[in-house]
């Protein structure tokens, strides 16, 4: 996006070079990354950058005043509802498209958001690895708040592990060795010595939750939480003993009940320049003659399961449960990114920490996604240059 780097970087850029960065990749992350990496990193600008923090403060001032627990609440399907909830989520994540406003200046313009963990140790590793095989001029950096590779890492342990001792601290998914998402679990193994357990492993006795570790109990304070509850209900073959919604003393980080409240629910809350107007499918009394400007998406799902891109009247007449659906106005991405095949598409994740001790969050690190298809993310485009999981480098 900053265009006398990015042609300073398409000038110099080699197959070989890249070639060697996968390689060091996956050696140093034991062959786990199971999707593309991007031939480039993103430079973000400065008036961008700050477009984008400034977009990301809005909607936490939102998400943190005082009504927000209550109006949230009906996001907590009945059926998933955890106890114990914790008064706060300790990640946030907020996706932005650059899009062009009417001046035909890059913009963010925000597709969604969630209070989940995100690849927070895999965005570490590959700024890491890029800053080695590429130059990356000294006021560009990958981290926020004045954040660097070290004290990114001990934020990160902070939010994580706490007080607590790290035996005591699992990391839980289901089938995690089968997950996408896999290279980060196995960086925050590596970082932190954190285990990686399966759900399917938990035991249970009473109120405490443990794990056979060398043979012998392991008891669990801490859940570092990976599970999708959605996931959970779509495998019939999958099979587990633990009554995750009883009376639980565990810590969870962070809790379930976050996920929903902090999601596609959100949408119709916001009211920003950065925010694409978004209305819950049963508030709408008719519905609007350009339906091609929308995209229609179910508030329950993950990873873009179930999102209708081309909407049809059709469509939404066959949503038998509105109330759970918001109908939100396109934005349309810009091909910010001129690479040596064309311009490709972003999309930039603002990854937000918020340890247990700490009045407000912490933005620490950003994701980005490369895309010359319709849909954004890691798993589609595939067969496509240019396209994948990369790093930003923001204007200082």
């Avoid at 970082?191 to 570790?213: P, T």
């Avoid at 633990?242 to 119709?268: A, C, Q």
Wanted: aromatic residues 12%.
């Amino acid at each position: 996006m900053k265009q006398d780097l990015r042609s300073s970087f398409n000038s110099q850029f080699s197959e070989d070079k890249y070639e060697k960065l996968e390689e060091k990749i996956q050696k140093e992350c034991n062959n786990q990354v199971s999707f593309r990496i991007a031939e480039t990193p993103l430079f973000v600008p400065k008036e961008l950058t700050k477009k984008l923090i400034q977009a990301g403060e809005e909607i936490l001032e939102v998400l943190q005043r005082p009504s927000f627990l209550e109006e949230s609440e009906r996001a907590i399907p009945e059926n998933v509802r955890v106890k114990n909830e914790t008064e706060k989520p300790h990640f946030i994540c907020l996706d932005f498209g650059i899009c062009e406003d009417e001046n035909g200046d890059l913009e963010p313009q925000l597709i969604e958001l969630q209070a989940f963990a995100s690849m927070f140790c895999w965005m570490d590793q590959l700024s890491g690895s890029y800053s080695e095989y590429f130059s990356i001029p000294s006021n560009f950096s990958p981290y926020f708040s004045g954040l660097n590779h070290f004290t990114y890492l001990d934020l990160l342990k902070k939010t994580l592990i706490g007080d607590c001792p790290v035996e005591k601290v699992i990391l839980l998914e289901i089938k995690p060795e089968e997950q996408n998402t896999r290279v980060d679990f196995y960086l925050t193994h590596k970082n932190f010595g954190i285990e990686v357990v399966c759900l399917s492993k938990l035991k249970q006795d009473g109120k405490r939750l443990y794990y056979i570790k060398d043979g012998k109990r392991q008891d669990i304070d801490r859940i570092y939480n990976r599970l999708i509850f959605d996931d959970l209900q779509s495998q019939s073959d999958f099979n587990y003993s633990v009554d995750l919604f009883g009376e639980l003393e565990v810590e969870w980080i962070t809790h379930p009940n976050w996920f929903y409240r902090i999601s596609k629910f959100t949408m119709p809350f916001l009211r920003n320049k950065f925010v694409p107007e978004t209305r819950f499918l049963n508030t709408i009394e008719s519905i609007p003659s350009d339906l091609e400007n929308y995209v229609l998406k179910p508030l329950f799902s993950f990873s873009g399961t179930g999102v209708v891109i081309d909407v049809t009247k059709d469509e939404i007449n066959k949503v038998k449960d509105p109330e759970n659906w918001i109908l939100q106005r396109k934005v349309n991405y810009a091909e910010a990114l001129k690479s040596p095949v064309g311009g490709v598409k972003c999309e930039i994740r603002l990854m937000y920490l918020w340890p247990s001790d700490q009045e407000k969050p912490t933005l620490a690190m950003s994701l980005g996604r490369l895309s010359r298809g319709k849909m954004i993310g890691v798993k589609y485009n595939k067969d496509l240059s240019w396209v994948g999981s990369t790093s930003c480098f923001f204007e200082q």
